[in-house]
Every structure is written in C-alpha cells, then in structure tokens.
RNA sequence: CGGGGCAUGGCGCAGUCUGGUAGCGCAUCUGCUUUGGGAGCAGAGGGUCGGCGGUUCGAAUCCGUCUGCCCCGACCA
C-alpha cells in the first residue's frame, strides 16, 4: 500500500474525547472514529487489525472443530419471552418496533437464537457433540460507554455455543474451547490469565474469564504464582483465618469521637490502625434491611454480598433514613452491638480482639470490644475482597493483584435454555434428552484496544507481529528528489509484496522527521529506510519498532529477514 | 439513572466574569526556500460560537430551556 493512497490522516494532539492510551492512540493513529456514543467507524488501517484478530480466532475455532454460521442481528421479542430475559435483560438490550408494531431487539447475545437452531435442526444423539459459532456485530446499550472500542455500545463479538448429550459431554466442550482461547489469546501475542468468573445474567454453573493483563484494566484479578490459582477478584474467595484469636487485653469503654464518621477519620482520632475497627455496613434487604460488618482496612464485594440471605439484588447500601431507623442515630456511627436486624461477620473479622466498633450513637464508639464478652460470638461469612497477600484456597501460596481486561469469557450453561425453550434430543434409548449447552464469547474488538493497551510507547503503538496492519514500512528519504532513491524503494516495495509481506510504503513528498513519526506513532514493527547515503553501500537501514539502534543490511539481508514475517 | 464537567473552523484551545469588528496553535491549499526526527517565510480557504426561546440599540458573552459529549458509580465481550 502507498501511504499517499491510503487516505491515512493521524492526528499530532490528543482528542480531548479519549482518557485512556489505547483510546487515545486508536484515534491519533487514525483506526478509528467515533460517530456517537460507544459507535465507532473502522477506519481501513484499523479494519486491517481487526481483520488479523477474527481471522486468527477463525483459524483455532476452526481447528476446534467448531461450525461457522452467521444469525441475525435483530431478534424477535417471542424468543426473549419464551427464556425469560425479555423482562431479565432490562435496559441493556436495545428493543424496537418494526412497522407492523411488533416487539424486536438487537442481539446483545445469541443463546436464545442459537437454541432455537438448536431445537429445530437436532433430533438425534448422532448429531452430537456439535459447536456453532459466528462473528457478527452485537449492541448493548450500557449505560456508560468508554474508552473507546473497549466499552463501546456496539462492538464485534466471536461467540460460540456447544451442544451435548449430557454434561460430561459439554465438559469435554468447554475444555476445548479452553485450550482453543488459549491458542488464541497465545497466537495474537498477548500477556493473558484465565481467571474464575461470577457466570452472571448469562447464567450456568462453571465460568473462566480470559483477561489480558494492563493497568488501565477495569477488572482486578487474584493470582498466585506457587500454585495455578486465578479468580476475578469478584469471586476470590476468603477463609477463616489460621492462627488462633489473642485474648482479651482491654475493658470495652464507650468514647466521645466528634465528627468521626469514616474509618480513616477514627482511625486518626484514637490513633489506630484500620485493621483494629470493624466497619458495619446496613444494605437493603429483602424484607428488612442487612448489617455487614467487615475489618476497617476491608472492601464489602457486591457479588458475594449478594449471595447472602435475606439480602437484596442488586446489593445498594442503605440510604440515611434507613440507616437512622436501624441504628437509631446518623449514618457514621453504626455498630453490630445491639442491632435488631440480621448481622453478618465477614471471615477477617474471626481473629480480632480489642476492637474498635461504633456505638450506634452520634459521635461515640465503643473501644475494646472482643467477641464472647461484649458480643456474641460470631458465625463468620465470606464478604470482602481479597487483598494482595491473602493466603491462596489451599494455603499453598500467597495472592498478588493484577489488572485485567476481560477479553474472553467461557460458560457451562447446562440446560437452562434447552429447559426453557424446550431442545432436546434422542439418546440411543429412544428417550428424550434436554441438550446440555455452552456457550463462548470473545470480543473481537475489545482486542485491538487491550493489545494497544499492552503494546505502546511514548511514541506510539507497537503492534504485536500477529495483529500489526502492516509487516513493514519503507520511509525512503528524499524520494522526490532522488531518482537513486525513488527507484531503489520501489523496487524494494515490489519484491517485499513478492514474498508476501503487507507492505506500507511511505512515498509521501514529506521530511523524514514527519515519515518517521507517523510509521511510530501506527506502530509497523519492521522499518526500513532507503536514503542515498546508504544506497552508495548497497545498504538500507532497519531498525524494528522496539529496538533504540538502527543497523545496515544488505538487500539480500533484509529480504531474508523480513521473509519469515510474512503473512501465512 | 445519580453526581460532576464541557460544547467557539478538521484537531487542541483562548475569548464569556465586566455585552460592542470572532482570535491563536496544529492541520489543509498555493508559491518560494529547506530536506535524516513532527521545517522556515509569504499568502489563502474554512466558524449560523451545539439547538430553540428571551433580555438588549447590540449577545459567543446575560437569562431560560432542550440536545450532545466527557469524567466518577452500578453493568459487561
């Protein structure tokens, strides 16, 4: 490609639209434009990326055994109904009437059309196990789309679903659509986990997420190197702690703390440290409003929060007045001493002596406090997030907490749509069987943003070899004014396309620095500069987009290196 | 949806408080010079100042209203 015929226009200054890097290199580098919220133009170098990636997710799907198919984009509201999720879905899914009036919505997800495939195409074990899948535009209408392509509203999702006779069956599924995420998130070069999930409105039992690693990240991930142990930290479970509780060493005293109504205004007062309060936390409920009563140093997690009995979904904290009926004083002050509502201990909190609690009493809180004596003894649950340097489940190890992007997300579904909406099959006995499923998502342009999150510099993108829109880009200097140089790059150009190499040749009548700024800034990991100077030596000069040196080869050389880079 | 902010040429911004000729940098176009790290000089084009309504002799500027976008929270590939 001739960069004077790519219509290419990159951008010197940061739109003031873009807040993370991916977002804001996606658009300097000229991949993309946005039309309106969470809609974005491909533009054609970014539609090269995006290419590569379904191309690879389409080769290992492919290799998985798994059946392309293509469904449509609008889905009639009948099949939401028959699963339920017409009314469970709420305002994420995009709904519209056509001209008759009748009920459509724009397919956030396909397990209802999959299954309907499903329940009309399979009759018979003997089709089975069978795994269709497609790439094809979904739309959520989330509420805050950002940062770019990686929370847009409409977006390009893989996603695949499984069929089996019975669940040892969709395990064997799963684990192949495992390995086949792995080659996948491998092939495209990027720093991954698969981490256990919360399996969420999607529904099922088992689910692992697939997240490239990045500080900018929304998901925090627990990890431990000693054993294999990753979970989304939504899921990270907490035990009860080893060691045994220090007796008592202090009397309960009630004490005047003005205006302390937060940990960390306490925590200054008396001049402790937060791991010596207990926060309690009132949530609504059910039918009546909850206490949580984690350490002070500790974070409630909405998703096990929710697990509890009697509490309400989705998990929102009580507001002042409730607060107020509950504890009998302002919110800042509450206690588990005394309360008449159903209280929870979060597992951390099973080893504490000599604590500090409010007294649910405007300015006051009680110090000293210990379990046994002033309360009672408590049933400890699992509450709060894990934090960096929690044991490990199984205690072989210590967490550590890293950033991720959820770019994959696999599902045992079981027969939760096949129940619903009524797909079975005959086994070898002539019985009826409800299909197992499972289902398999990857976003496809969620990618591109995470491998620009993990892949730049200052200067730019630095595109992973498997993703990069172009293997190299030529920068010959002075082509207009150089015949020597003009007919050395062409020819060049012309025998790296020979060898299959994706080419960008930047022929534009502009200065060097303006060449060598953009082919950095659009991240071509291969550069080869022709120059007159070099060209008396029969030489160009390379330099790859991570290195800091250039170095002379001769065309022979640089040919042979560039060879095993093309395109396969 | 709750909280905060912004809206002035393609992009980044000033001007708004204190009403009076719409401005700067980048980008674009032309000419000349320059040519190994986002060049210099000279010139040019391009803006109903987000929309509607109001106040005023006069509104980018003051008032009202609507819309769009961004940031913080719940959601997710």
Redesign the pocket.
């Known amino acids: 490609m001739r960069y004077s015929e790519f219509g290419l226009?990159?951008?010197?200054?940061?739109?003031?639209?873009?807040?993370?890097v991916s977002?804001q290199l996606m658009l300097?580098a000229g991949l993309v434009r946005?039309l309106?919220?969470?809609?974005f133009t491909w533009m054609p170098l970014g539609l090269r990326v995006l290419r590569k990636v379904e191309n690879v997710v389409r080769e290992e799907m492919d290799r998985a055994g798994a059946l392309e198919l293509l469904m449509p984009a609008v889905q009639p509201a009948e099949l939401w109904q028959e699963s339920g999720r017409w009314d469970e879905y709420?305002p994420?899914l995009l709904r519209m009437l056509d001209r008759h009036e009748r009920e459509y919505c724009f397919g956030?997800?396909h397990e209802e059309v999959i299954t309907d495939i499903a329940r009309r195409e399979l009759r018979s074990y003997k089709q089975l196990p069978i795994n269709f899948y497609q790439v094809q535009t979904?739309f959520?209408d989330?509420?805050?789309?950002?940062?770019?392509?990686?929370?847009?509203?409409e977006?390009?999702?893989k996603?695949a679903y499984s069929f089996d006779l019975d669940e040892d069956g969709m395990r064997i599924a799963y684990q192949k659509m495992h390995a086949a995420y792995t080659a996948i998130f491998e092939r495209l070069g990027l720093r991954f986990r698969v981490v256990d999930?919360?399996s969420?409105?999607?529904g099922g039992s088992r689910s692992q997420?697939?997240h490239v690693l990045a500080d900018s990240g929304?998901?925090a991930i627990a990890y431990c190197d000693a054993d294999d142990y990753a979970s989304n930290i939504?899921m990270a479970a907490t035990e009860v702690p080893a060691g045994e509780r220090p007796a008592p060493s202090a009397e309960m005293q009630k004490i005047e703390t003005p205006g302390a109504r937060t940990i960390e205004a306490l925590r200054e007062f008396i001049g402790i440290t937060a791991e010596q309060t207990l926060k309690t936390l009132i949530v609504e409920g059910e039918d009546q409003p909850v206490a949580l009563v984690l350490r002070g140093d500790h974070e409630l997690n909405?998703?096990k929060a929710?697990k509890i009995p009697g509490v309400a979904t989705?998990?929102t904290m009580a507001d002042a007045p409730t607060v107020r009926q509950v504890t009998g004083c302002e919110p800042g002050y509450a206690g588990p001493i005394g309360l008449e509502v159903p209280v929870y201990f979060d597992h951390a909190t099973a080893d504490m002596a000599d604590f500090v609690v409010g007294a649910n009493e405007a300015d006051t809180h009680f110090t000293g406090v210990n379990f046994g004596r002033d309360i009672e003894e408590p049933e400890t649950v699992d509450l709060r997030n894990v934090v960096a340097g929690d044991p490990t489940p199984g205690g072989s190890g210590t967490l550590s907490i890293a950033r991720g992007i959820?770019?994959?997300?696999i599902?045992q579904l079981g027969a939760k749509y096949s129940t619903a909406m009524g797909a079975s099959v005959l086994d070898s006995d002539g019985k009826e069987r409800k299909l197992q499923m499972g289902c398999y998502?990857?976003?496809?342009?969620?990618?591109v943003g995470a491998a620009i999150e993990q892949n730049h510099d200052e200067?730019?993108i630095i595109w992973p070899e498997p993703l990069t829109p172009f293997n190299v880009v030529l920068v010959p200097?002075?082509m207009?004014?150089s015949e020597i140089v003009r007919e050395a790059a062409e020819s060049l150009y012309a025998d790296l396309q020979q060898q299959g190499l994706q080419v960008l040749l930047d022929d534009r009548?502009?200065?060097?620095?303006?060449?060598?700024?953009?082919?950095?800034?659009i991240g071509i990991p291969h550069?080869l500069?022709?120059?007159?100077?070099?060209l008396a030596n029969g030489e160009f000069?390379y330099?790859h987009r991570r290195d800091t040196e250039?170095r002379n080869l001769k065309r022979e050389e640089a040919l042979n290196l560039l060879k095993e880079h093309a395109i396969n």
């Open positions: 226009t990159t951008l010197k200054e940061v739109p003031a639209e873009a807040e993370i977002h300097r946005r309106a919220s969470g809609l709420g994420l956030p997800t979904k959520r989330e509420i805050r789309p950002r940062f770019g392509v990686m929370r847009s509203r977006f390009i999702m996603d999930a919360d969420g409105e999607i997420e697939f929304e998901d939504e909405a998703v929710q989705p998990l959820e770019v994959g997300h599902f998502g990857i976003g496809v342009t969620r990618i200067r730019g200097i002075n207009h004014r009548d502009a200065r060097p620095g303006v060449k060598f700024a953009d082919a950095e800034l550069r500069v022709v120059s007159e100077r070099n000069e330099q250039s």
